[in-house]
């Protein structure tokens, strides 16, 4: 595997430099090759055979002080359907999810303006339920579930019946919980950050953390399996939110170019991605490859540091 590390200065973007030997006029020379996610490409000669101490010099040649991280992948290696920022990264597999996606959630979203055209989801409002709110929700967490699942086979995930102790395994690799969103024609109900406070703990009062830490969620598996006990479960605050959750994993999934034309939701914030976790694109010649994100196993806890 190529010996890649990520350098930032104060006054340059972030940059992934790596060793190389190409041929020279005199002989077989080695460089620092760099590149920044644009992929400007810059070579400059050296005689270190140390990747950091070559990172060092350059650095010292500009006059600036050099932060280095070693980098997990290779250039124009990507997780797939796992957004890192620009530029987008595409293959025929993603662009089928991508347009299937799309095609289902305008549905979704056109019957959401429907109710609330009807009804303004203000003060106690959000509070009120019905069955048209209870199909609605669970129309809408089913395709959270269906991109939850998409995610992880995407990336190698052992095959199973998931439940949620699976699904959020996604929250840090894809930053679920840092994305903010609003409803786009109302701008005095409160901002939506549908993944807030997502517990990936397996034990809660009933056994699934999980779950119970997204009460949209929890609304939903109430709502589905019990109708007569729990059709107030079903309010419209939790399918605003549950819909919400499905616009998020389109962002994280494929990128801010996910469109509907007049989205019922806007993006207010996104993840600042460190640069050791965002994309360098591929090396001259080459060209975009898959590699499966580490997911931990069905059997193990989750990391405890960000993946």
């Known amino acids: 595997m190529l010996d890649c590390y990520v350098f930032e200065m104060?006054?340059?973007?972030?940059?992934?430099?790596?060793?190389?030997?190409?041929?020279?006029?005199a002989g077989s020379s080695t460089f620092l090759v760099t590149t920044t996610q644009s992929g400007a490409d810059l070579l400059k000669a050296t005689t270190r055979t140390n990747t950091t101490d070559a990172i060092n010099d350059f650095?010292?040649?500009?006059?600036?002080?050099?932060?280095?991280?070693?980098?997990?992948?290779?250039?124009g290696q990507y997780h797939?359907?796992?957004?890192?920022?620009?530029?987008?990264?595409?293959?025929?597999?993603?662009?089928?999810?991508?347009?299937?996606?799309?095609?289902?959630?305008?549905?979704?979203?056109?019957?959401l303006e429907s109710i609330l055209s009807t009804v303004e989801p203000s003060g106690s409002m959000a509070n009120v339920y019905g069955h048209r709110m209870r199909h609605l929700l669970i129309l809408a967490c089913t395709e959270v579930e269906a991109a939850w699942g998409g995610v992880l086979k995407a990336n190698g995930?052992?095959?199973?019946?998931?439940?949620?102790?699976?699904?959020?395994?996604?929250l840090r690799p894809m930053r679920l919980n840092e994305w903010r969103v609003r409803l786009g024609a109302h701008p005095d109900y409160p901002d939506l950050l549908p993944f807030e406070g997502w517990d990936p703990a397996?034990?809660?009062?009933?056994?699934?953390?999980?779950?119970?830490?997204?009460?949209?969620?929890?609304?939903?598996?109430?709502?589905?399996?019990?109708r007569e006990g729990n059709l107030s479960s079903a309010t419209l605050g939790h399918v605003i939110m549950a819909t919400a959750a499905m616009y998020v994993l389109e962002l994280a999934q494929f990128g801010v170019r996910f469109s509907h034309g007049k989205p019922i939701f806007h993006r207010l914030s996104m993840p600042n991605w460190n640069p050791v976790e965002i994309y360098f694109p591929p090396r001259p010649?080459?060209?975009?490859?898959?590699?499966?994100?580490?997911?931990?196993?069905?059997?193990?806890?989750?990391?405890?540091?960000?993946?």
């Open 157 to 170: 995930y052992l095959p199973g019946r998931w439940s949620t102790n699976d699904y959020v395994k996604l």
């Open 59 to 75: 650095a010292a040649s500009l006059g600036g002080s050099v932060k280095i991280q070693k980098y997990p992948l290779e250039p």
């Open 10 to 25: 104060p006054t340059r973007p972030p940059s992934l430099g790596w060793l190389e030997s190409r041929p020279g006029p």
């Open 285 to 307: 010649g080459s060209n975009w490859t898959h590699v499966n994100h580490e997911l931990p196993s069905r059997t193990l806890a989750l990391c405890s540091s960000p993946c």
């Open 80 to 111: 797939s359907r796992i957004f890192r920022g620009p530029p987008h990264v595409g293959t025929d597999v993603d662009e089928k999810a991508f347009l299937s996606a799309n095609a289902s959630a305008r549905l979704l979203y056109e019957a």
């Open 202 to 226: 397996k034990i809660g009062t009933s056994g699934f953390k999980p779950t119970e830490s997204l009460k949209w969620y929890d609304a939903y598996n109430k709502a589905k399996h019990d």
